[in-house]
């Protein structure tokens, strides 16, 4: 709980989540971390098992915008909508409005400039797909560095 974690692809340097199964389990000092908040807002639960562990996966853009655009080569054909930066649940119900907007804008250029597409410059390019979000507090690890080793099937 804090830079959040990074699952850098070495041969493209873009971050991406792994799948479900590995994402299951919750670090050590993450669950400390709840605990001490449960002590402290909910003592009653404080020492309850935690149940369905896992990781939780935002899709960050370096400027914590959305993205509601047109991929870049697709023509009008294919649109992504993405970057919720840790707010797409709460803003889930009007997403559909923003796209909508997209699809009626009379010049067929996304209308709100912060939610364009935004090519890296050229110096960046695999340099910062999976680096730090400025918001975020704490430090960004690589998800390699904290993944649980396998268990045996014996």
Avoid at 63 to 71: G, L, N, P, W
Avoid at 88 to 117: N, S
Wanted: charged content about 25%.
């Amino acid at each position: 709980m804090g830079g959040g974690f990074v699952n850098t692809d070495p041969r493209t340097g873009v971050s991406l989540p792994p799948g479900l199964a590995e994402s299951a389990f919750m670090p050590p000092q993450d669950e400390a971390q709840v605990r001490r908040l449960l002590a402290q807002t909910l003592p009653a639960l404080k020492d309850r098992p935690l149940v369905r562990k896992s990781l939780c996966w935002f899709a960050d853009t370096s400027d914590s915008d959305f993205i509601v655009d047109y991929v870049p080569g697709t023509g009008s054909s294919v649109v992504l909508l993405s970057g919720d930066s840790g707010h797409g649940f709460k803003m889930f119900p009007i997403v559909g409005e923003w796209v909508r907007d997209l699809l009626q804008a009379p010049d067929g250029r996304q209308p709100v400039a912060r939610w364009r597409w935004k090519d890296p410059e050229p110096e960046e390019k695999g340099a910062n797909w999976g680096g730090d979000v400025s918001w975020r507090l704490g430090e960004s690890k690589e998800f390699e560095e904290i993944r649980p080793s396998p268990k045996s099937k014996i």
